[in-house]
């Protein structure tokens, strides 16, 4: 009789759905789990906290198209990695949580680590269920994966009862499910394509908006094509940069206020009118705008802003069905228009003012003379991972991307701390699939001290990441070393120091030096310069370069500030 157990059931139904990396934090009833899935074939990085596992978890499916999987304890452990899964369902990218639990014999007596896993995680996923028996295994992981796949991709958990992970079956009972596919195309109808066309040709001042969907969709190749046979304006969203390439002529990203204030006709790609377009609603669009709006979620259609052409279905597949009308009647956007000249305008006096803030030769630093001369340094392909407040913001203006999928950030949720997580989810796949390409990972201070212990896992698995801490003292602005000690005279700090203030100075390169990596204090250029080439040239292990700047140092003035409300 060929025995299995429900451990080995699980990892190798996840192995047969293609599912090819785990990150998690073992412990019971788990373990076994952990063990199967290595033994199957699947990469697993045991990660310091459920909520990093699961951050890493969720990027490997937005990088791969694939889901990862997040294997977490029961109780606490599940509860840690919800963030994970709601930031997942946020940003639409696939992730499967397998989650251990109370044995069932248990259940409702108060067992160790008790509670309702797969009713909590409801709120958060797509798809929540406990398999009731090993022979079932096969058919709940491979609705797990098809799930976090199909429509709309996002989380999706599976419950695994404590006294199921080593409980044995006769494999010839066990139901065997074959791979789900990738998940089906659908195209939009025919005639809501023309008349996306006859919108857009009737246009004064078309814009194009690129978002992440459109980078998930793998849709870069025609869209590229289009832009250019058209010769339409672009401007991605922070995780639509590099579908087409910053330094594209048509990308209008310096101009993004006025290219938003001004177009009359937003053909809406993979992107949402949430937050991050600012509701595509008055003052910061025109009020009469009409939006085409491409999405593979009927639900998605319509919020905030009625589209005067809803394109329903794969992202690729329309983008390709838009470029063969127009390539069979040969419409291009004129050169030449006014839009375009207003546009390259705005362009050059925001280069300018940036360049100037670039070019201070002041010491402490600010952020544009950081982000200008480490964009002079990076390698076009490197995968840039950004989290904090200015310095996600400043680093999408000044860092550019020049290919798909090449950026990762805190997304639709606004999350801070997915930093570490997603650059080790991105070295991981890159180790994977032997390419040369460096992970770089930009973080603001208190952003880093989110997952800062995940610089152990760098070192562990020896992953040569590069973090940059643009350290600012604080959440928004700090205070310097001398102000911080002249308040510690004022009295009791929980009374006297800013609630956005972090300790001044703090040796976080040190604390990569602690595990074995390299770390570096950076006052000056120079010093910044030297330290980013040498981090840049190891391929041993990671680095952290700890950049101190002016903590009044601030984003240049904007035309309709971003998120501010709380004037600090």
């Not at 053909?267 to 003052?283: D, E, K, M, S, V």
């Amino acid at each position: 009789m060929d025995e299995v157990t429900g451990a080995q059931l699980i990892a190798e139904s996840l192995k047969a759905q293609k599912v090819e990396y785990m990150f998690g934090i073992v412990g019971v009833p788990v373990i076994e789990v952990a063990m199967a899935a290595q033994a199957a074939g699947i990469k697993y990085v045991g990660m310091r906290n459920e909520q990093a596992a699961a951050y890493a978890a969720s990027a490997v499916g937005y990088l791969t198209g694939r889901p990862g999987s997040c294997l977490v304890v029961s109780g606490p452990g599940l509860v840690h990695a919800l963030g994970g899964m709601a930031n997942a369902n946020m940003n639409c990218w696939p992730v499967v949580v397998i989650g251990g639990s109370a044995d069932q014999n248990q259940e409702t007596a108060g067992a160790f680590q008790e509670f309702p896993q797969v009713e909590a995680c409801r709120l958060y996923s797509k798809f929540s269920a406990r398999p009731s028996s090993l022979e079932i295994i096969p058919s709940v992981i491979e609705k797990a994966v098809r799930t976090s796949m199909y429509g709309r991709p996002g989380a999706c958990y599976v419950d695994i009862a404590g006294d199921m992970v080593n409980a044995k079956v006769d494999r010839s009972k066990v139901r065997v499910v074959s791979c789900c596919p990738s998940p089906p195309v659908s195209l939009a109808h025919h005639d809501a394509i023309t008349e996306a066309i006859s919108v857009l040709k009737a246009a004064e001042r078309p814009l194009v908006i690129i978002g992440k969907g459109a980078a998930y969709g793998r849709a870069e190749t025609g869209l590229r094509e289009l832009v250019e046979m058209v010769g339409l304006p672009f401007l991605p969203t922070p995780m639509g940069k590099g579908v087409l390439p910053d330094n594209h002529p048509n990308c209008v990203a310096a101009a993004r206020s006025r290219a938003l204030l001004q177009a009359d006709v937003v053909l809406l790609l993979g992107a949402r009118l949430n937050w991050i377009l600012h509701f595509g609603l008055h003052p910061r669009f025109d009020p009469n705008v009409k939006i085409i709006q491409v999405d593979l979620c009927a639900e998605e259609m319509g919020n905030n802003v009625r589209p005067a052409v809803a394109l329903l279905g794969d992202i690729n597949a329309i983008v390709i069905q838009l470029l063969e009308v127009v390539q069979k009647d040969g419409w291009k956007y004129p050169s030449n228009t006014k839009w375009w000249s207003t546009l390259k305008d705005k362009i050059a006096a925001n280069a300018v003012i940036s360049k100037t803030l670039a070019l201070q030769p002041t010491v402490p630093m600010n952020y544009y003379t950081v982000f200008h001369h480490v964009s002079q340094l990076l390698p076009d392909d490197c995968i840039i991972v950004s989290e904090g407040a200015n310095t996600m913001d400043i680093g999408r203006t000044m860092l550019n991307n020049y290919f798909p999928r090449h950026r990762l950030d805190a997304g639709t949720f606004g999350t801070m701390g997915v930093g570490l997580g997603f650059a080790i989810a991105a070295a991981t796949v890159v180790r994977s699939e032997r390419s040369d390409q460096r992970i770089v990972c930009v973080e603001g201070d208190s952003a880093f001290g989110f997952s800062g212990m995940e610089v152990e896992t760098m070192c562990r698995y020896n992953l040569p990441v590069v973090i940059i801490v643009v350290n600012n003292n604080g959440i928004y602005s700090g205070v310097d070393l001398e102000t911080w000690k002249e308040m510690e005279k004022m009295g009791d700090l929980t009374s006297v120091a800013p609630p956005v203030t972090l300790l001044p100075e703090a040796r976080y390169d040190e604390v990569m030096t602690a595990f074995g990596g390299r770390g570096f204090l950076v006052r000056t250029v120079e010093e910044l310069r030297r330290a980013l080439q040498l981090s840049l040239g190891d391929w041993e292990r990671p680095s952290l370069l700890n950049v101190l700047i002016d903590p009044s140092s601030d984003r240049k003035q904007q035309e309709f500030p971003w998120l501010t409300r709380a004037n600090l």
